[in-house]
């Protein structure tokens, strides 16, 4: 299957992207207008302009909306407060329907990243708001409820297990159990820290997070991993070299293109798992839902902070010369 054809199918598909949904406000800041407050003597960071994104879970369903997929929906907690409603602006905005968000008593998962107005570069530090302690069992159950109800409605679901502390983000153990029971739907799984504990779905880890987790299990190879969740494919993204697929008996390694300089590889993982999801909800094998994962990527890698890739850019590209 062609990349035009991968685009040709995906208009019918619908797409949940549940887990870890956060806010990225990017501010960029004039450091001609910092001055020491009045207050504090502390140098002030004069911010003079605010673009607020989606990120997490919310830049894989950025990564999908473009390529015209009829429903791409998000089920994730956020807070009742100004981050929220600035996330809920930013999916709507993004073409993804906020609607199954479950509101919960924590504060929105929010990172706001500072840009030097005369480099573009971002040099302080990140500001994050993040939650120290579990979800609330209500919430928790009230993402559990959304996720059995819907899940019907979907034709690929792709979880974003972001959370890197020891207490666990949305993707709780019961959420993980609840995702290992679905029938129908593909489940794509992108989890940082806890790739191991998945059951029964496809996972997607790199290189490092695929190693952490055998390590973990204590056995020596990727096979075993995938052996261990139990779903009979598995991806392991290797960056500019590429991707292992392990399907079944067979192992196959897809190339990237070569790109030379690339502006911004942060969220190229996220752009992948789109990209090769959708494919395979598409009908695509599984070498091939990679090659175009690949192709989502290298166009995203082109841009500045979390980009996305139009289906034009995906074709332009997959014209452009081969490794």
């Known amino acids: 299957m062609t990349a035009r054809d991968i685009l040709s199918r995906i208009r019918d598909l619908r797409v949940l992207v549940i887990g870890d949904i956060c806010l990225d406000r990017w501010c960029t800041y004039d450091p001609a207008l910092s001055e020491p407050s009045r207050e504090t003597g502390l140098d002030r960071v004069a911010v003079i302009r605010t673009i607020r994104t989606a990120g ?106 972001q959370a890197e502390t020891s207490q666990e983000g949305v993707v709780t153990a019961r959420v993980r159990e609840a995702l290992a029971a679905l029938r129908g739907p593909l489940v794509w799984v992108d989890s940082r820290m806890r790739i191991e504990l998945f059951r029964n779905v496809l996972v997607k880890p790199n290189e490092r997070e695929a190693r952490e987790a055998c390590a973990r299990l204590g056995v020596s190879d990727f096979r075993a991993l995938r052996d261990i969740v139990g779903h009979p494919l598995m991806m392991v993204t290797h960056g500019s070299s590429g991707v292992l697929v392990l399907d079944r008996d067979r192992e196959d390694w897809v ?42 990527a290298s166009v995203t890698i082109m841009k500045k902070g979390t980009g996305t890739a139009s289906p034009a850019e995906v074709l332009r590209v997959d014209s452009g010369p081969r490794a």
């Open 56 to 161: 997490a879970g919310g830049t894989v369903a950025n990564n999908i909306a473009p390529h015209g997929a009829r429903r791409v929906a998000v089920l994730g907690a956020m807070g009742d407060d100004g981050f929220g409603y600035e996330l809920r602006q930013a999916l709507t905005a993004a073409g993804i329907d906020p609607s199954l968000m479950v509101t919960a008593p924590v504060a929105t998962f929010t990172y706001t990243k500072l840009l030097n107005a005369l480099t573009g570069e971002e040099d302080l530090g990140r500001i994050d708001f993040v939650n120290s302690s579990a979800l609330p069992p209500a919430s928790e159950q009230a993402i559990l409820d959304r996720l059995r109800q819907v899940s019907g409605d979907f034709d690929a679901i792709l979880v974003a297990d």
């Open 255 to 296: 190339r990237t293109r070569p790109v030379e300089n690339p502006v911004d590889i942060c969220g190229a993982g996220d752009s992948f798992s789109a990209g090769a999801a959708l494919a395979l909800a598409a009908g695509a094998t599984p070498p091939e839902s990679a090659r175009f994962g690949n192709l989502v």
